[in-house]
Protein backbone atom coordinates (compact mmCIF):
# COMPACT_ATOMS: atom_id res chain seq x y z
CA UNK A 1 0.00 0.00 0.00
CA UNK A 2 2.95 2.44 0.62
CA UNK A 3 4.60 2.02 -1.92
CA UNK A 4 1.38 2.48 -4.53
CA UNK A 5 0.85 5.69 -2.24
CA UNK A 6 4.65 6.96 -2.82
CA UNK A 7 4.04 5.68 -6.67
CA UNK A 8 1.19 7.83 -7.30
CA UNK A 9 2.50 10.65 -5.45
CA UNK A 10 5.54 10.86 -7.90
CA UNK A 11 2.51 9.88 -11.28
CA UNK A 12 1.06 13.37 -9.82
CA UNK A 13 4.05 15.61 -9.86
CA UNK A 14 5.21 14.13 -13.42
CA UNK A 15 1.70 15.41 -14.89
CA UNK A 16 1.58 18.86 -13.07
CA UNK A 17 4.85 18.99 -14.59
CA UNK A 18 3.92 18.39 -17.71
CA UNK A 19 1.02 20.16 -17.75
CA UNK A 20 2.49 23.42 -15.92
CA UNK A 21 5.76 24.13 -17.72
CA UNK A 22 8.83 25.49 -15.88
CA UNK A 23 7.12 24.83 -12.98
CA UNK A 24 9.13 22.42 -11.32
CA UNK A 25 10.03 23.85 -7.91
CA UNK A 26 6.54 25.08 -7.67
CA UNK A 27 4.86 21.75 -7.89
CA UNK A 28 7.47 20.44 -5.35
CA UNK A 29 6.73 23.19 -3.31
CA UNK A 30 2.94 22.29 -2.93
CA UNK A 31 3.21 18.99 -2.76
CA UNK A 32 5.56 19.79 -0.14
CA UNK A 33 3.25 21.91 1.48
CA UNK A 34 0.20 19.32 1.56
CA UNK A 35 2.57 16.94 2.71
CA UNK A 36 4.07 18.65 5.75
CA UNK A 37 0.76 20.55 6.77
CA UNK A 38 2.17 24.15 5.99
CA UNK A 39 1.60 26.58 4.27
CA UNK A 40 2.74 28.61 0.55
CA UNK A 41 3.07 31.50 -1.04
CA UNK A 42 3.60 32.26 -4.62
CA UNK A 43 4.29 35.91 -6.01
CA UNK A 44 4.72 36.73 -9.58
CA UNK A 45 2.67 38.77 -11.92
CA UNK A 46 -0.45 38.04 -13.32
CA UNK A 47 -0.89 35.13 -16.20
CA UNK A 48 1.39 32.64 -14.84
CA UNK A 49 -0.13 29.78 -13.47
CA UNK A 50 -0.46 30.67 -9.89
CA UNK A 51 -4.77 30.24 -9.38
CA UNK A 52 -4.31 27.17 -12.19
CA UNK A 53 -1.98 24.90 -9.65
CA UNK A 54 -3.58 25.67 -6.99
CA UNK A 55 -6.94 24.60 -8.73
CA UNK A 56 -5.21 21.53 -10.24
CA UNK A 57 -4.41 20.36 -6.93
CA UNK A 58 -7.30 20.52 -5.18
CA UNK A 59 -9.05 18.56 -8.13
CA UNK A 60 -6.55 15.66 -7.45
CA UNK A 61 -6.91 15.94 -4.04
CA UNK A 62 -10.48 13.65 -4.30
CA UNK A 63 -12.47 13.86 -0.79
CA UNK A 64 -11.21 17.47 0.36
CA UNK A 65 -13.28 20.51 1.49
CA UNK A 66 -11.61 23.06 -1.19
CA UNK A 67 -12.41 26.95 -0.72
CA UNK A 68 -11.15 29.35 -2.72
CA UNK A 69 -11.67 33.55 -2.88
CA UNK A 70 -9.94 36.92 -4.25
CA UNK A 71 -9.59 39.14 -1.94
CA UNK A 72 -9.71 43.39 -2.05
CA UNK A 73 -9.64 46.09 -0.25
CA UNK A 74 -13.22 45.84 -0.09
CA UNK A 75 -13.85 41.71 1.07
CA UNK A 76 -16.04 41.43 4.11
CA UNK A 77 -15.63 38.79 6.65
CA UNK A 78 -18.79 37.58 5.97
CA UNK A 79 -17.23 36.68 2.33
CA UNK A 80 -14.21 34.61 3.93
CA UNK A 81 -15.70 33.15 6.96
CA UNK A 82 -19.19 32.81 6.33
CA UNK A 83 -22.49 35.02 7.03
CA UNK A 84 -23.75 35.89 10.40
CA UNK A 85 -26.42 33.63 11.88
CA UNK A 86 -30.10 35.28 11.77
CA UNK A 87 -31.55 33.04 13.74
CA UNK A 88 -28.73 33.24 16.20
CA UNK A 89 -28.68 37.09 15.99
CA UNK A 90 -32.39 37.38 17.25
CA UNK A 91 -31.14 35.67 19.71
CA UNK A 92 -28.09 37.89 20.85
CA UNK A 93 -25.52 35.19 19.64
CA UNK A 94 -22.81 36.92 17.42
CA UNK A 95 -22.43 33.59 15.41
CA UNK A 96 -20.98 32.79 11.87
CA UNK A 97 -22.89 29.99 9.49
CA UNK A 98 -19.43 28.60 8.15
CA UNK A 99 -20.64 25.98 5.68
CA UNK A 100 -18.80 26.19 2.45
CA UNK A 101 -16.24 28.90 4.32
CA UNK A 102 -12.48 28.78 5.00
CA UNK A 103 -13.31 27.81 8.30
CA UNK A 104 -14.15 24.49 7.07
CA UNK A 105 -12.16 23.70 4.07
CA UNK A 106 -8.66 21.56 4.30
CA UNK A 107 -7.48 23.15 1.06
CA UNK A 108 -7.41 27.06 1.01
CA UNK A 109 -6.66 29.34 -1.97
CA UNK A 110 -6.34 32.93 -1.25
CA UNK A 111 -5.75 35.46 -4.43
CA UNK A 112 -3.50 38.60 -3.64
CA UNK A 113 -3.61 37.72 0.22
CA UNK A 114 -2.24 40.98 0.76
CA UNK A 115 -5.31 42.81 -0.02
CA UNK A 116 -6.37 41.44 3.20
CA UNK A 117 -8.17 44.37 5.13
CA UNK A 118 -8.02 44.57 9.31
CA UNK A 119 -11.56 43.58 9.39
CA UNK A 120 -10.40 39.95 7.83
CA UNK A 121 -6.66 40.02 9.31
CA UNK A 122 -6.71 39.12 12.73
CA UNK A 123 -9.15 35.69 12.42
CA UNK A 124 -6.83 34.97 9.17
CA UNK A 125 -3.87 34.92 10.95
CA UNK A 126 -5.40 32.88 14.13
CA UNK A 127 -7.02 30.78 12.00
CA UNK A 128 -4.05 29.86 9.50
CA UNK A 129 -1.56 29.48 12.59
CA UNK A 130 -3.81 27.86 15.30
CA UNK A 131 -5.47 26.38 12.59
CA UNK A 132 -8.68 28.19 15.10
CA UNK A 133 -11.20 30.18 14.71
CA UNK A 134 -13.19 32.17 17.13
CA UNK A 135 -17.15 32.08 16.30
CA UNK A 136 -18.74 33.82 18.83
CA UNK A 137 -15.99 34.18 21.04
CA UNK A 138 -15.51 30.15 21.02
CA UNK A 139 -12.36 28.80 20.16
CA UNK A 140 -13.48 26.31 17.21
CA UNK A 141 -10.63 23.81 15.93
CA UNK A 142 -10.54 23.82 11.99
CA UNK A 143 -9.52 21.05 9.47
CA UNK A 144 -7.34 23.66 7.50
CA UNK A 145 -4.15 21.44 6.01
CA UNK A 146 -2.80 24.08 3.93
CA UNK A 147 -3.21 28.01 2.45
CA UNK A 148 -1.75 28.40 -0.75
CA UNK A 149 -1.37 32.12 -1.07
CA UNK A 150 -0.90 34.14 -4.42
CA UNK A 151 0.00 38.20 -4.67
CA UNK A 152 1.15 39.65 -7.62
CA UNK A 153 3.55 41.94 -5.06
CA UNK A 154 5.31 41.80 -2.21
CA UNK A 155 3.22 43.63 0.64
CA UNK A 156 5.00 47.15 1.26
CA UNK A 157 6.63 47.60 5.07
CA UNK A 158 4.13 49.87 7.55
CA UNK A 159 0.69 47.95 6.04
CA UNK A 160 1.17 45.78 8.79
CA UNK A 161 1.07 42.45 6.81
CA UNK A 162 4.61 41.54 8.32
CA UNK A 163 2.70 38.85 10.15
CA UNK A 164 0.68 37.84 7.67
CA UNK A 165 3.52 37.46 5.46
CA UNK A 166 5.75 35.58 8.10
CA UNK A 167 2.50 32.90 8.00
CA UNK A 168 3.54 31.24 4.87
CA UNK A 169 6.34 29.08 5.21
CA UNK A 170 7.41 28.61 1.88
CA UNK A 171 7.89 31.12 -0.56
CA UNK A 172 8.57 31.01 -4.55
CA UNK A 173 8.38 33.61 -6.74
CA UNK A 174 7.52 32.83 -10.12
CA UNK A 175 8.02 34.47 -13.52
CA UNK A 176 6.50 34.18 -17.04
CA UNK A 177 7.81 31.04 -19.31
CA UNK A 178 11.89 31.76 -20.29
CA UNK A 179 12.76 28.69 -22.30
CA UNK A 180 11.73 29.46 -26.35
CA UNK A 181 10.87 25.94 -26.64
CA UNK A 182 8.67 25.61 -23.39
CA UNK A 183 7.01 28.74 -24.59
CA UNK A 184 5.84 27.61 -27.83
CA UNK A 185 4.95 24.32 -26.22
CA UNK A 186 2.65 26.59 -23.87
CA UNK A 187 1.13 28.29 -27.30
CA UNK A 188 0.51 24.76 -28.41
CA UNK A 189 -1.03 23.48 -25.38
CA UNK A 190 1.35 20.55 -24.89
CA UNK A 191 0.69 18.92 -21.73
CA UNK A 192 -2.83 20.73 -21.41
CA UNK A 193 -4.76 17.46 -22.20
CA UNK A 194 -2.70 15.74 -19.41
CA UNK A 195 -5.20 12.94 -17.44
CA UNK A 196 -4.42 13.80 -14.13
CA UNK A 197 -3.89 11.04 -11.69
CA UNK A 198 -5.88 11.33 -8.12
CA UNK A 199 -5.83 10.76 -4.51
CA UNK A 200 -7.82 10.41 -1.61
CA UNK A 201 -8.32 11.86 1.34
CA UNK A 202 -7.34 9.09 3.35
CA UNK A 203 -4.48 8.61 1.05
CA UNK A 204 -3.21 12.07 1.39
CA UNK A 205 -3.38 11.78 4.99
CA UNK A 206 -1.49 8.55 5.04
CA UNK A 207 1.50 10.05 3.00
CA UNK A 208 1.69 13.22 5.91
CA UNK A 209 2.14 10.23 8.58
CA UNK A 210 4.36 8.68 6.62
CA UNK A 211 6.87 12.04 6.34
CA UNK A 212 6.24 12.67 9.69
CA UNK A 213 7.57 9.66 10.51
CA UNK A 214 11.03 10.02 7.96
CA UNK A 215 14.19 10.20 10.19
CA UNK A 216 16.52 13.05 9.97
CA UNK A 217 20.30 12.14 10.76
CA UNK A 218 22.41 14.28 13.02
CA UNK A 219 24.21 15.37 9.93
CA UNK A 220 21.11 17.35 8.51
CA UNK A 221 20.78 18.85 12.32
CA UNK A 222 24.57 20.21 11.85
CA UNK A 223 24.45 21.61 8.98
CA UNK A 224 21.41 23.95 9.88
CA UNK A 225 23.18 25.00 12.43
CA UNK A 226 25.92 25.60 10.38
CA UNK A 227 23.66 27.55 8.11
CA UNK A 228 21.96 29.15 10.96
CA UNK A 229 25.68 30.74 12.31
CA UNK A 230 26.62 31.91 8.66
CA UNK A 231 23.00 33.67 8.26
CA UNK A 232 23.07 35.33 11.79
CA UNK A 233 27.05 36.47 10.62
CA UNK A 234 25.11 38.24 7.33
CA UNK A 235 22.65 40.16 9.68
CA UNK A 236 19.94 37.37 8.77
CA UNK A 237 17.79 36.00 11.90
CA UNK A 238 15.17 33.54 10.81
CA UNK A 239 13.40 32.62 13.94
CA UNK A 240 13.52 29.26 15.80
CA UNK A 241 10.17 28.64 15.17
CA UNK A 242 10.72 28.74 11.46
CA UNK A 243 13.86 26.65 11.49
CA UNK A 244 11.56 24.01 13.93
CA UNK A 245 8.87 24.20 11.29
CA UNK A 246 11.67 23.93 8.41
CA UNK A 247 12.52 20.00 9.56
CA UNK A 248 8.47 18.94 8.17
CA UNK A 249 9.13 20.59 4.41
CA UNK A 250 12.55 18.67 4.53
CA UNK A 251 10.63 14.93 5.75
CA UNK A 252 7.86 16.10 3.22
CA UNK A 253 11.03 16.29 0.21
CA UNK A 254 12.48 13.21 1.12
CA UNK A 255 9.42 11.18 0.93
CA UNK A 256 8.85 13.31 -2.63
CA UNK A 257 11.98 12.00 -3.57
CA UNK A 258 11.25 8.28 -2.60
CA UNK A 259 13.63 7.59 0.20
CA UNK A 260 13.16 6.81 3.81
CA UNK A 261 15.65 9.57 5.27
CA UNK A 262 16.18 12.71 4.62
CA UNK A 263 19.74 14.26 2.89
CA UNK A 264 22.29 16.96 3.43
CA UNK A 265 21.39 17.78 0.19
CA UNK A 266 17.22 17.92 0.56
CA UNK A 267 18.03 21.37 2.60
CA UNK A 268 18.13 23.34 -0.30
CA UNK A 269 14.49 23.80 -0.47
CA UNK A 270 14.82 25.86 2.74
CA UNK A 271 16.13 28.73 0.42
CA UNK A 272 12.67 29.50 -0.55
CA UNK A 273 11.75 29.02 4.25
CA UNK A 274 14.83 30.99 5.92
CA UNK A 275 14.83 34.72 4.21
CA UNK A 276 12.78 37.40 6.12
CA UNK A 277 12.63 40.10 3.37
CA UNK A 278 13.39 40.21 -0.67
CA UNK A 279 16.56 41.48 -0.40
CA UNK A 280 17.76 38.94 1.91
CA UNK A 281 16.98 35.73 -1.08
CA UNK A 282 19.70 36.01 -2.94
CA UNK A 283 22.45 35.74 0.49
CA UNK A 284 20.19 33.03 1.90
CA UNK A 285 20.27 30.81 -1.42
CA UNK A 286 23.56 31.34 -2.09
CA UNK A 287 24.70 30.27 1.79
CA UNK A 288 22.55 27.33 1.54
CA UNK A 289 23.54 25.78 -1.61
CA UNK A 290 27.39 26.67 -0.45
CA UNK A 291 26.31 24.01 2.75
CA UNK A 292 24.55 21.95 0.67
CA UNK A 293 26.81 20.62 -1.78
CA UNK A 294 28.27 17.74 0.01
CA UNK A 295 31.23 16.29 -1.50
CA UNK A 296 29.75 12.63 -2.60
CA UNK A 297 27.05 15.24 -4.26
CA UNK A 298 29.59 16.87 -5.83
CA UNK A 299 31.67 14.23 -7.54
CA UNK A 300 28.47 12.32 -8.51
CA UNK A 301 27.54 15.48 -10.54
CA UNK A 302 31.25 15.53 -11.87
CA UNK A 303 30.98 11.46 -13.10
CA UNK A 304 27.78 11.89 -14.35
CA UNK A 305 28.50 15.12 -16.39
CA UNK A 306 31.40 13.50 -17.71
CA UNK A 307 29.70 10.18 -18.14
CA UNK A 308 27.19 12.20 -20.53
CA UNK A 309 29.94 14.24 -22.63
CA UNK A 310 31.83 10.75 -23.50
CA UNK A 311 28.73 8.93 -24.37
CA UNK A 312 27.38 11.84 -26.70
CA UNK A 313 30.95 11.81 -27.99
CA UNK A 314 30.52 9.16 -30.20
CA UNK A 315 27.96 10.43 -31.54
CA UNK A 316 30.13 13.13 -33.52
CA UNK A 317 32.90 10.97 -33.97
CA UNK A 318 32.02 7.48 -35.83
CA UNK A 319 36.14 6.12 -35.87
CA UNK A 320 37.04 3.05 -34.15
CA UNK A 321 39.99 5.30 -31.57
CA UNK A 322 37.00 7.02 -30.96
CA UNK A 323 34.95 4.32 -29.60
CA UNK A 324 37.92 2.56 -28.09
CA UNK A 325 38.66 5.93 -26.18
CA UNK A 326 35.00 5.70 -24.88
CA UNK A 327 34.83 2.26 -23.84
CA UNK A 328 38.17 3.00 -22.16
CA UNK A 329 37.05 6.32 -20.11
CA UNK A 330 33.87 4.75 -19.21
CA UNK A 331 35.12 2.01 -18.01
CA UNK A 332 37.23 4.34 -15.23
CA UNK A 333 33.97 5.76 -14.58
CA UNK A 334 33.01 2.55 -13.27
CA UNK A 335 35.67 1.66 -11.54
CA UNK A 336 35.33 5.24 -9.83
CA UNK A 337 32.08 4.71 -8.78
CA UNK A 338 32.63 1.16 -7.38
CA UNK A 339 35.69 2.64 -5.45
CA UNK A 340 33.35 5.68 -3.87
CA UNK A 341 30.46 2.69 -3.08
CA UNK A 342 33.24 1.21 -0.71
CA UNK A 343 34.55 4.42 0.61
CA UNK A 344 31.11 5.94 1.77
CA UNK A 345 28.66 2.91 2.35
CA UNK A 346 26.23 5.39 4.31
CA UNK A 347 25.79 6.73 0.06
CA UNK A 348 25.48 3.17 -1.37
CA UNK A 349 21.62 3.74 -2.80
CA UNK A 350 22.75 7.54 -4.77
CA UNK A 351 26.29 5.89 -5.71
CA UNK A 352 24.63 2.30 -6.71
CA UNK A 353 21.34 4.18 -9.30
CA UNK A 354 24.11 6.46 -11.11
CA UNK A 355 26.50 3.23 -11.07
CA UNK A 356 23.67 1.32 -13.20
CA UNK A 357 23.19 4.31 -15.20
CA UNK A 358 26.68 4.70 -16.22
CA UNK A 359 27.10 0.83 -16.69
CA UNK A 360 24.15 0.65 -18.91
CA UNK A 361 25.71 3.73 -20.99
CA UNK A 362 29.11 1.68 -21.49
CA UNK A 363 27.28 -1.60 -22.05
CA UNK A 364 25.86 0.68 -25.14
CA UNK A 365 28.93 2.23 -25.97
CA UNK A 366 30.16 -1.47 -26.64
CA UNK A 367 27.41 -2.89 -28.26
CA UNK A 368 27.65 0.26 -30.74
CA UNK A 369 31.39 -0.04 -31.39
CA UNK A 370 31.76 -3.48 -31.47
CA UNK A 371 29.37 -5.17 -33.88
CA UNK A 372 30.71 -3.31 -36.94
CA UNK A 373 33.84 -3.65 -36.04
CA UNK A 374 33.39 -7.43 -36.10
CA UNK A 375 31.75 -7.47 -39.28
CA UNK A 376 34.09 -5.37 -40.89
CA UNK A 377 36.47 -7.85 -39.88
CA UNK A 378 35.20 -11.01 -40.97
CA UNK A 379 34.60 -9.32 -44.22
CA UNK A 380 38.40 -7.96 -45.00
CA UNK A 381 39.50 -11.66 -43.34
CA UNK A 382 37.14 -13.66 -44.02
CA UNK A 383 36.90 -17.22 -41.98
CA UNK A 384 39.75 -15.59 -39.26
CA UNK A 385 37.98 -15.11 -35.71
CA UNK A 386 38.06 -11.70 -33.54
CA UNK A 387 40.28 -11.58 -30.77
CA UNK A 388 38.39 -8.87 -29.97
CA UNK A 389 35.91 -10.67 -27.99
CA UNK A 390 38.44 -12.09 -25.66
CA UNK A 391 39.56 -9.40 -24.02
Known amino acids: ?190 GQNTVMPSMTMGELLQLQFLADIVPIPDDVYEKLSEIRNELRDEGIRPSDRRFKQSLSILQAKALINQRQVVKVSDIVILENVLWETVDQKDTVSSIIRNHTHDAVTQILSSIQYEANEVFYSIVQDHTPEAGMEAAHKMKALVADLNKLKSDYHSRNADIAKLLDKVTSMEHEILNKILEPWYFESRTEKKGSTSTFFKM
Do not use: C
Not at 17 to 45: C, D, F, T, W
Open 1 to 190: MTITHLTKLEEIRQALNAKYLERENEVEGILVALLSRQHMLMIGPAGTAKSALAIEVAKIVQGTEYFQWLLTRFSTPEEVFGPLSLKDLEKGIYKRNTRTKMPEANLVFLDEIFKANPAILNSLLTLINERIFYNNGTPVKVPLLSVIGASNEYPEEGEGLEALFDRFLLRFELDYIANETNFVSMLKGT
